[in-house]
């Protein structure tokens, strides 16, 4: 179907969460895995649910995300995280706001569906950078974990960071190339399966924080 959004899975170590998330994704949208270095047999496990799998050995969220959208061949692209922590019911609404043109980007504001989901010190720390967001003009309440936009529209906006500060670095250009931005509801679940590799812990926050941090000076 025409304007079917390519999905983009950014992927480290999500072998044992990807199944159900592969599974739960809309029907009939292409996926793209992007195996970042893991050791897990997550680029099997992808291939044998019927995603397309493309290798960045180059480690970081920003690399595995901007691999993606170079590989990625779709006129819209959904950017979610493989760890099934975001539900993709929403890309539908996301996909058809784009689409039709209401925005240039659809973001999810993440709602944790049960205590303990959004450790205090994540949620902290993405409050603030929020709030520094909106000082600036970009209207969000979160930094955008899951996404829908044009695809090239997203390289052409030439984010640089390629670790944590990805999603940060991409807003700011965003505000600052006046797309209208969508924010929609996601609901927020503890991961499928594997290991927290970043807000899971106090030293994870910190190294997203001081990625984001560079980018508000
Ligand atoms: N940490 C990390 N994640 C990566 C990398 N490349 C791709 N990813 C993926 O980026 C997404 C976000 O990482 P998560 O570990 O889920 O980070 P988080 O959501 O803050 O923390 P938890 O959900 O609690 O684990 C996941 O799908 C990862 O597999 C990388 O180099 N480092
Ligand atoms: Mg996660």
């Known amino acids: 179907m025409a304007g079917t959004p390519e999905i983009v899975l950014p992927c480290l170590d999500e072998a044992?969460?990807?199944?159900?998330?592969?599974?739960?994704?809309?029907?009939?949208?292409?996926v793209l895995v992007v195996d970042n270095g893991s050791t897990?047999?997550?680029a099997a496990v992808?291939?044998?649910?019927g995603a397309r799998v493309v290798v960045e050995p180059r480690r970081g969220y920003g690399a595995a995300v901007h691999a993606g959208l170079e590989a990625a061949t779709g006129e819209l692209v959904a950017v979610l995280d493989g760890d099934?922590?975001?539900?993709?019911?929403?890309?539908?609404?996301?996909?058809?706001?784009?689409?039709?043109?209401?925005?240039?980007m659809a973001v999810g504001r993440r709602v944790p569906d049960s205590p303990g989901v959004w450790p205090w010190h994540a949620r902290a720390g993405n409050a603030v950078i929020a709030a520094l967001l909106r000082r600036r003009g970009v209207p969000v309440h979160d930094i955008a974990a899951?996404?829908?936009?044009?695809?090239?529209?997203l390289l052409d906006l030439g984010i640089t960071d390629r670790a944590f500060g990805y999603p940060l670095e991409l807003l700011l250009r965003a505000g600052a190339a006046h797309w209208r931005l969508l924010e929609l509801d996601v609901a927020y679940h503890?991961?499928?399966?594997?290991t927290s590799k970043v807000s899971g812990s106090v030293k994870g926050t910190l190294r997203a924080v001081r990625d984001m941090a560079g980018l508000l000076r």
Not at 46 to 49: F, G, K, L, S, V
Not at 148 to 153: D, Y
Not at 190 to 194: E, Q, Y
């Open 16 to 30: 044992d969460a990807l199944p159900s998330v592969l599974r739960a994704l809309p029907a009939g949208w292409p």
């Open 40 to 42: 897990d047999g997550t």
């Open 46 to 49: 992808a291939a044998a649910h």
């Open 84 to 104: 099934g922590s975001l539900d993709p019911a929403v890309l539908e609404p996301m996909a058809d706001a784009v689409r039709s043109g209401r925005a240039d």
């Open 146 to 153: 899951i996404r829908v936009a044009r695809r090239q529209a």
């Open 190 to 194: 503890r991961r499928a399966g594997g």
